[in-house]
């Protein structure tokens, strides 16, 4: 079956712009993350859905961050006034349940100029 | 504190020979473990994982991987490694209680197997 998907898989924006990253998990999958991968940082966990309700936040790095799940399905993570070190590449994971393994999508890789 | 230590950044071995990639973690409780591995230009996927009984797993394409909990340690191993396992490796750890998986992640280790 389809995969994690994820849009747009590049974005390049100006500092100080807003953007939305998208991420499509698994059909039937409950559980979703986002996590960001950037030189020197290695993976880091943003932020845990589990349906639509986000329990686990403690990754986002500041409040201009920002996600959202609608219908147990879709989730778009928001970035306000981006700045340089925003550059990333960002994962989405989606899995079947929470104890089950995630499976990843291709990442949206972003950078702020 | 949550971390995981990949103990090499990067390797390079030739085609045949055996791999072993260290991963040690600190975490309080029990945890469950993976190693997951980015070819070139593809996704993270998933080469194995531990969640219990017996300590050493087998995954996709002859990996293995044995967890020793009084070492807090999940070692990679491969005794004959191909050219096509070129790729990113990544050891990530998430604890065993609660809905809450997130992963937490080494830095990873980058390996070369020249043909």
């Known amino acids: 079956g389809a995969g994690v998907s994820q849009s747009p898989s590049n974005k390049v924006t100006e500092k100080g712009k807003d953007v939305e990253l998208r991420c499509d998990p698994i059909?039937?999958?409950?559980?979703l993350y986002w996590y960001r991968q950037s030189l020197g940082q290695g993976l880091e966990f943003l932020i845990y859905?589990?349906?639509?309700?986000?329990?686990?936040k403690s990754g986002l790095p500041s409040d201009r961050f920002s996600a959202e799940r609608t219908g147990g399905s879709v989730s778009t993570l928001t970035i306000q006034r981006t700045q340089q070190e925003d550059s990333a590449v960002y994962l989405c994971a989606s899995s079947l349940t929470s104890i089950h393994e995630q499976y990843f999508g291709p990442g949206t890789r972003l950078t702020v100029t | 504190a949550q971390s995981v230590s990949q103990h090499n950044h990067h390797v390079i071995l030739s085609e045949a020979a055996s791999l072993e990639l260290g991963c040690n973690y600190s975490?309080?409780?029990?945890?469950?473990l993976f190693w997951y591995v980015q070819y070139p230009g593809q996704h993270l996927q998933l080469l194995l994982k531990y969640f219990s009984g017996d300590p050493l797993v087998k995954g996709i394409k002859g990996f293995e991987a044995e967890f020793i909990k009084s070492k807090f340690s999940f070692n990679l191993r491969k005794p004959s490694v191909q050219w096509s396992d070129t790729a990113e490796y990544f050891c990530?750890?998430?604890?065993?209680?609660?809905?809450?998986?997130?992963?937490?992640w080494g830095l990873g280790t980058s390996l070369a197997v020249n043909p």
């Open positions: 975490y309080g409780g029990t945890v469950n």
């Open positions: 990530a750890v998430a604890g065993d209680a609660g809905n809450n998986r997130k992963l937490i």
């Open positions: 859905f589990q349906g639509n309700s986000a329990p686990d």
């Open positions: 059909s039937g999958h409950t559980a």
